[in-house]
């Protein structure tokens, strides 16, 4: 699986859009975007995944630049309770992957009032 | 719903001892994982499942072994318990491994080695 670049920490107003860049530069055709996040030591918790368009769910959004290389996820309006651990990983569809998932440090999302 | 279930939520063992870590899940899911995640640190897959009696070896599956007798249930057995096996363990399961699935995770268990 493709690896991910991710900046160590983040600071966000509440409120306003949190931003978060992860670049993957040596992704695939086949690779696919997700995003996780692990609040407070809880179990992770899927937010969105991509593939080549851009998505949008209850949670978030996430961006897909054109040649696939980074990714932004979009937190509209955050709240203090966004603030966590946000995972960007890539992998594989199907195939040897076994929908496993490689986990680097993340970026801690702090959520200020 | 209730997901995947990890029990216990925390133990203290002491070196030597072993201890089978429960993992099950109601969703009917092929595939289950194992995951452990050290302090400040992402977490690193131990052992998976693709299905009921298949498993194979993560990236640090040494001391450790699993079993999958049922769709449901992927227990995580400890023999010689080491103070390097102290770190908080992840259960997940996902439906598939296609793009489009995500993977569900328990609640975690917090294990200290001592």
């Known amino acids: 699986d493709a690896k991910t670049t991710q900046p160590p920490s983040m600071d966000c107003a509440e409120g306003r859009a949190a931003n978060l860049p992860c670049n993957h530069s040596t992704i695939s055709g086949n690779e696919y975007v997700y995003w996780y996040r692990q609040i407070h030591s809880q179990g992770p918790q899927y937010i969105i995944h991509?593939?080549?368009n851009n998505e949008t769910n209850e949670m978030a959004s996430l961006i897909i630049t054109e040649d696939r290389k980074s990714s932004t996820l979009i937190l509209p309006h955050a709240t203090l309770r966004d603030t966590a651990v946000y995972y960007c990983i890539v992998r594989v569809a199907g195939g040897t992957s076994y929908g496993k998932l490689t986990f680097g440090q993340g970026t801690i999302l702090t959520v200020h009032p | 719903n209730a997901g995947v279930t990890q029990t216990p939520k925390f133990r203290i063992l002491k070196i030597g001892q072993s201890m089978t870590l429960q993992c099950t899940q109601d969703m009917n899911h092929n595939y289950m994982y194992w995951y452990r995640q050290d302090p400040g640190m992402g977490l690193k897959l131990i052992y998976y499942s693709v299905g009921a009696g298949i498993t194979d070896k993560g990236e640090v599956p040494n001391g450790y072994n699993v079993s999958r007798s049922t769709t449901e249930d992927f227990p995580l057995r400890l023999e010689l318990a080491a103070p390097s096996q102290t770190s908080v363990y992840f259960c997940?399961?996902?439906?598939?491994?296609?793009?489009?699935?995500?993977?569900?995770f328990g609640q975690g268990t917090r294990l200290t080695v001592v």
């Open positions: 991509g593939l080549k």
């Open positions: 997940a399961s996902s439906y598939s491994a296609s793009g489009n699935t995500e993977a569900f």
